[in-house]
């Protein structure tokens, strides 16, 4: 039953919402702007506000949908295989060659569903990161570290705390290129172009 889960759980996180909001709205392909990415902070560099807080949430949902279906389906197990299998289907979709986004608001809507008190902790340290430094991936960053911990402290059974490592490893991982920027103190601010 774990394959016909993770393959659901992959399929509704490849949906790359930021590609088809951004298309749909005449703005052409959003892979063309920016980073190059499909997410919201990419879609946010449109100037369009509204498609940006939509790709957001509908980003979060397609994770959220997958932990529920997956746990509905084969319990405990299939939470774990569908929120990471909506992770993985972000970051590397089949419909766009594998190269999607970074995972931060699917992994955000994982969280949610699977371990609501870490999810809420990581958006709220995302939150108030960003708002500090006006950077959106210094806040992914803080909030997949801070992730793993919450969970822990709010214990959390393992099955789902393998979950929050794993999604959180992957989201650190691919915001390498964002790492080496911040580094640099050439990361782009929110708002601000690439």
Known sequence: MLLPVAALGYLLGSIPFGLVLTSTAGLGDIRAIG?????????????????????LALDAFKGAVAVLAGGALAGEAGI???GLAAVLGHLFPVW???????????GAGVLL??????GLGAVLVWAGTAFATRISSAGALAACAAAPVIGL?????????LLVLASSGLIIARHHANIRRLLAGTEPR????K
């Not at 449109?46 to 939509?54: I, N, P």
């Not at 766009?96 to 995972?103: A, E, H, I, N, R």
């Not at 569903?113 to 870490?118: D, F, K, Q, R």
């Open 96 to 106: 766009l060659k594998f190269k999607g986004g970074k995972g931060v608001a699917t």
């Open 153 to 161: 402290l709010a214990g959390d059974p393992w099955p789902v705390e």
């Open 190 to 193: 929110i708002g601000q172009g």
């Open 35 to 55: 980073s190059g990415n499909i997410g919201a902070t990419n879609v946010l560099r449109t100037g369009r506000k509204g498609l940006a807080a939509a790709t």
């Open 113 to 118: 569903a699977a371990a609501p008190v870490a």
């Open 80 to 82: 774990l295989v569908a």
